[in-house]
């Protein structure tokens, strides 16, 4: 057991039973040219979480912990987009249209994949979700059951979207949820922090926050014990 500093108070974690879980760090949410730009936003603001997730994924690694990463995107023929997710964002640049970075948000396109900062390694389970949140349409459930999982430190993007579905899924399926702020972002500075602020609110109502600086000591302090 390790005791992690967070917020709203410490977490005592096992790392036996704790998977590292990165949310949609594509090219599409944080390059030019791919989904999130189509929808109006400024990508760059996205960058800053890369180098904090780069320190925890390495940090899970070096314990050995299971490291799952997720990518939001669909089928080629978009049968598994819903019409009214299709609808929104610019006419010319939306999911299926073709972009600087392939077709926006199809999968098996350049745009779909991690960013090379973040590349998964062999063995490291890529789950592909239609949705925001990971584990609706998807084995993720199935990939955590199976190595008793029972912790999930979330990271990635963005925090108020896609980290946050997931943990309010991840939540109600009775995993503790502990997310890593700086390794999160959002193209919304306002919509981070008050995403943050929400987890933590009435005494953890759905998880815990702390930041890759506590994380990593807590890790590396139980690969030692
Ligand atoms: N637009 C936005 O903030 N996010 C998404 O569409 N997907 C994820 O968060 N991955």
Redesign the pocket.
Same mark, same amino acid.
């Given at each position: 057991m390790v005791t992690v500093d967070a917020e709203p108070g410490p977490l005592a974690i096992d790392l036996a039973t704790t998977a590292l879980v990165i949310?949609?760090m594509?090219r599409d949410?944080l390059e030019p040219g791919g989904?999130?730009e189509s929808?109006g936003?400024d990508v760059s603001l996205l960058a800053a979480a890369v180098p904090p997730a780069r320190a925890l994924l390495a940090a899970a690694r070096r314990a050995g912990l299971l490291v799952v990463h /997720?990518r +939001?995107g669909h089928r080629p023929d978009l049968s598994d987009a819903p019409a009214a997710k299709i609808a929104r964002g610019t006419p010319s640049a939306r999911i299926g249209a073709p972009g600087p970075m392939g077709r926006i948000l199809i999968r098996g396109e350049p745009g779909h994949d991690i960013v090379a900062d973040l590349a998964p390694a062999p063995g490291e389970p890529v789950v592909d979700k239609p949705g925001?949140g990971a584990f609706y349409a998807t084995d993720l459930a199935e990939i955590l059951a199976a190595r008793s999982v029972a912790t999930l430190l979330v990271c990635?993007? /963005?925090? +108020?979207?896609?980290?946050?579905?997931t943990v309010r899924e991840a939540n109600d399926r009775g995993y503790r949820c502990l997310v890593v702020s700086d390794a999160c972002g959002?193209?919304?500075p306002a919509?981070h922090a008050a995403g943050l602020a929400m987890i933590v609110a009435q005494g953890s109502i759905f998880g815990w926050v702390s930041d890759s600086h506590r994380v990593v000591a807590a890790i590396a302090a139980g690969r030692t014990a």
């Open positions: 949310i949609d594509q949410f989904f999130g929808l936003n /997720t +939001e925001k990635g993007v /963005t925090t +108020e979207v896609c980290v946050h579905t959002s193209y919304i919509f």
